[in-house]
């Protein structure tokens, strides 16, 4: 096994993006569309091979990579685990519908809005392999470069402001976690993480050094307060970038604090789960109600993305097996259900330009198979049970059940105004009466469109009632997350005593 | 003896050719095409003198050096002068400047810059200075009927004749306090008590400062920016930049060894300084020369951050930083070549609008050059600033660190706004597709050093530490 199968699934993409960039504009970019969905499915299948080659029954990292990079002191280190490997198929999934979504709809610069989205793919498996945290940085600030160009030039109107938004806001996140990263380095030696995790960082640094890379993760998570760049970001950003930015780009640092805030600084995670709590709680009650009075569809499933963010970050902190799990679970239906959600808002802006709730009324009378789907994907959004939105959410509150019974209580409520928002969403725009006579005239989905939604709504209820195959690809490296973590503190509290 | 004139052999022969490019002007009408040639054959020339010996060796009493770290600055000077004027060929034609003093003035600074980076002691030092300082001079005036550009000339030579003054009572206060004028000696001498001393260095500081144009002796930058042509501001954006940084990191770690704290105190000052004010008074600018003056105030600041850490893996920090902002300044000229529309050029930060509609190609150029200014990864400007916070924090300046991140940030924002106006505008002005092999494949090269960086970053890193300690 010394074929590089995650460097090849990393770069694949960008060699295929090169291709696009060196291939003549055609007409209608024929070449280009199918140079990129090739590259993107020959990257699912390679990832897809990976997950069936994974042996799920080992605790550490598997199918390592490792080259002398900076210096010789830096490495280029790659690996994967349970957890990541679920993030890698969750990209390499979502990449190609991505771009059959978009031919359509994309009718300026096609060739380089697929080449945007194919280096953004390269830049998004690599956070999820990469095993040395200058390499993570890497991976995780150039993915800000594409991302900034799909909302600013394929944006809507008020694009530049969410753009800059969005730039701005994460770089200044992430500025403190570089800080923190060669804090380490220099403390330790090493950014390699596997040997971090041995050595232990002393406890007087850890609360920094968490906190430094809490606001580069709070940002991209998002977290309350810090979350106002998303409904910008998603409302301004063409369908497949808020696709992308919900399913994929979120998720970066719900992965980030499972793979470096819990394992580096366990005592400092510890300390700071009060405050991890509050925001939480802040952004499930206070997020759902928010998206209750949106009037911009695309802004209400933003709000519900912070909403259900907050259970992530809810379930990681509560350091039970239900909960990380939870979370996981949440984090890879949040990207299929989201990623659905904004197609279909797409498919219904494309036919009337427009994603205000009070355009729309009746759907179901001229778009039944859309509205079918669609019906499907809110209830899964609210959690509904047989969806895999209904198992994350719940395992959540599991585990959190266990810890903090009050904030288990106030996060249940979160799940009513879920139900309240989504069913609301669902009532106005299809079913009650058409309002907008325009809507007689639209077209129900075409054969894309319905294969795109179909292939998203097939794992979404396939896992809501059989998640046994996530379950089993995390559950090893969860017990071992956890144990490690468990030994960490009982090691620190009997050294204190 | 004759040893010692082949230690010297590059600045020889870069003297002996300038007196025959001269001759060869005077003589020949029509000369300007002939003379810029042979300009770029003796640079490559020297190049390749400079190659062949990387020994270190003392001369002439002492007073000039020749080092592994002289060559490498005089190299790295060498190779972007060689790029600026390669590139700079069709905008200097077609604002008639084609006189054939031009590159030899450029050659006279560029021999000022050798000796400053390989002297040993003050009075050369002063020499070398002043021989640059002077060429620059005219070079910014160069476009004599234009009023912007000899009103640069008086503002940069008033202006620098005020700070040489101020070295120069540097280092006559530096001399009466050491009794010596070499740098070593100087060294031996110099201690925390010496406050005459440490007064001495505080004005040579400013006079180095000056030429670098770092904050608070930065004012003249965005005028002679502005003002000079194109082709100059180019020139100054880099070469004096290099020469600059390179004497003040030999002043800094030979002469002024002793007294590290003292001087690291106020090169944080003005480090910082510089990255903010590097920042935020770019962000208001519409005439892209004076934005990349402020850029490149900015820039200072990092690489001066690097200086202020006082340790060896800093100073050759600071030293790839320079390099590597070199090339993102060769390339981002170079595009600025390209902004030419019906034989005029612009300057003006709003016609580049949209201008990826319908020159993909130079947008893209744009596109990498200003992120990797702006210092995101995998360019190669990430790299730099990495290299650099490495250093800041290894001597644990974690206030310094933080504050040169945060303004990366803000600076981010006017590259950025840059990259909207290209992108994300409508379409105003179409500039003129130009064909001009020398600019394109400046900036093709800029372009693929900075995204091929990422593969291989320890190559430039792994040089620029042999050349530490000298």
């Known amino acids: ?497 | 003896m004759i040893n010692d004139l082949y230690i010297l052999l590059p600045e020889i022969f870069l003297s002996l050719s300038i007196f025959s490019l001269l001759m060869i002007g005077v003589f020949v009408k029509e000369s300007y095409d002939l003379v810029t040639k042979l300009s770029l054959l003796v640079m490559a020339i020297t190049i390749y003198i400079l190659l062949k010996d990387n020994s270190s060796s003392k001369i002439f009493l002492d007073s000039f050096i020749r080092d592994p770290f002289s060559n490498f600055v005089k190299i790295l000077i060498l190779v972007s002068s060689i790029f600026v004027l390669n590139s700079s060929q069709l905008f200097i034609k077609d604002n008639k400047l084609d006189k054939f003093e031009y590159p030899i003035i450029i050659l006279l600074s560029i021999l000022g810059m050798f000796f400053m980076v390989s002297s040993n002691d003050l009075i050369l030092f002063y020499l070398g200075l002043e021989l640059q300082s002077l060429s620059l001079y005219i070079l910014s005036a160069i476009d004599r009927d234009n009023l912007r550009s000899t009103e640069a000339g008086i503002k940069y030579f008033v202006l620098s004749a005020l700070s040489s003054g101020l070295l120069l009572y540097g280092c006559s206060l530096l001399y009466g306090f050491t009794g010596s004028t070499n740098f070593n000696i100087i060294a031996n001498q110099l201690n925390k008590e010496n406050i005459g001393a440490v007064f001495a260095m505080v004005f040579i500081l400013v006079g180095l400062s000056f030429k670098i144009s770092a904050v608070p002796f930065h004012m003249w930058t965005p005028d002679v920016y502005q003002g000079a042509p194109t082709s100059v501001t180019s020139f100054f954006a880099v070469a004096p930049k290099v020469a600059g940084l390179a004497v003040l990191i030999r002043f800094m770690s030979v002469p002024f060894e002793n007294i590290l704290q003292e001087w690291q105190t106020i090169i944080i000052f003005i480090s910082i300084a510089s990255m903010i004010l590097g920042a935020v008074a770019a962000i208001g600018q519409n005439n892209i020369k004076r934005l990349m003056a402020y850029s490149s105030i900015g820039h200072i600041g990092y690489a001066l951050a690097g200086v202020a850490t006082g340790s060896i893996s800093g100073f050759s920090n600071s030293i790839v930083y320079i390099t590597i902002y070199v090339v993102m300044n060769i390339g981002a000229f170079g595009c600025i070549f390209m902004m030419k529309k019906e034989g005029k050029y612009s300057e003006e930060i709003k016609d580049l609008s949209g201008i990826s509609k319908n020159q993909p190609i130079l947008a893209l150029a744009l596109l990498i050059i200003l992120f990797s200014l702006a210092g995101i990864p995998p360019l190669a400007g990430f790299f730099a600033k990495f290299y650099i916070f490495m250093s800041v924090i290894e001597s644990e300046m974690y206030t310094l660190a933080v504050i040169g991140l945060l303004t990366t940030v803000i600076s981010a924002f006017y590259y950025l706004r840059i990259i909207k106006i290209i992108y994300f505008d409508e379409i105003k002005i179409e500039f003129d597709k130009i064909k001009n092999l020398n600019i394109t494949a400046t900036v093709f090269l800029s372009c693929v050093i900075l995204t091929t960086f990422f593969l291989y970053p320890s190559l430039l890193s792994g040089i620029v530490i042999k050349i530490f300690p000298f």
């Open chain 1, 1 to 497: 096994m010394n074929f590089p199968i995650l460097s090849t699934i990393i770069f694949l993409p960008l060699i295929g993006s090169v291709f696009i960039f060196l291939s003549k504009s055609q007409k209608n970019n024929q070449s280009a569309v199918y140079v990129s969905l090739f590259t993107s499915l020959a990257n699912l299948f390679l990832a897809l091979f990976l997950w069936y080659s994974f042996d799920k029954n080992l605790t550490g990292f598997q199918f390592i990579e490792e080259s002398i990079w900076i210096s010789g002191f830096i490495k280029f280190k790659l690996g994967i685990d349970g957890i990541s490997i679920l993030f890698i198929i969750l990209t390499a999934f979502i990449i190609p519908i991505c771009i059959l979504s978009c031919v359509n709809s994309i009718k300026e610069r096609l060739k380089e809005f697929l080449i945007a989205i194919l280096v953004l793919e390269t830049f998004m498996i690599g956070v999820f392999c990469s095993l040395d945290l200058v390499v993570f940085y890497l991976f995780f600030e150039a993915g800000l470069i594409p991302m900034f160009l799909i909302i600013g030039v394929w944006g809507g109107p008020k694009r530049v402001y969410s753009a800059f938004k969005f730039f701005l806001f994460t770089l200044l996140g992430s500025v403190l976690m570089l800080v923190a990263i060669i804090v380490i380095f220099w403390m330790t030696g090493t950014t390699d993480i596997t040997q971090i995790y041995e050595i232990k960082i002393p406890e007087e640094y850890q609360y920094l050094l968490w906190l430094a890379f809490f606001s580069s993760f709070a940002v991209k998570m998002p977290m309350w307060p810090v979350h106002t760049w998303l409904p910008d970001a998603h409302v301004e950003a063409p369908t497949a970038g808020s696709v992308i930015l919900a399913a994929i780009l979120l998720k970066m640092a719900g992965y980030g604090f499972l793979r470096f805030s819990i394992p580096m600084f366990p005592i400092a995670s510890e300390y700071f789960v009060p405050l991890i709590y509050t925001l939480s709680i802040i952004a499930i009650i206070y997020t759902s109600l928010v998206a209750l009075m949106q009037e911009d569809m695309k802004k209400l499933i933003a709000y519900s993305s912070v909403a259900h963010m907050g259970y992530v970050t809810l379930g990681i902190f509560t350091f039970t097996k239900q909960g990380l799990e939870g979370s996981i679970y949440q984090m890879i239906s949040h990207g299929l259900i989201s990623a659905a959600l904004f197609l279909c808002v797409g498919i219904l802006y494309d036919r009337m330009h427009s994603r205000l709730i009070s355009s729309y009324g009746g759907v179901v009378q001229y778009l039944p198979k859309f509205s079918l789907i669609f019906i499907i994907f809110i209830l899964a959004g609210l959690g509904l049970p047989g969806t895999s939105g209904f198992l994350g959410e719940f395992l959540v509150l599991v585990g959190t059940f266990q810890k903090n019974q009050l904030v288990a209580v106030i996060a249940s409520i979160g799940v009513i105004l879920g139900a309240a928002y989504m069913l609301w969403l669902a009532k106005r725009v299809v079913f009650g009466e058409i309002k907008n006579q325009e809507i007689k005239s639209l077209k129900d989905m075409n054969f894309t469109e319905a294969a795109i939604l179909t292939v998203l709504a097939l794992p979404t209820i396939f896992f809501g009632f059989y998640p046994q195959p996530l379950m089993d690809t995390m559950n090893v490296s969860v017990n071992h997350l956890l144990s490690n973590y468990q030994l960490d503190l009982i090691n620190h509290f009997s050294n204190q005593k």
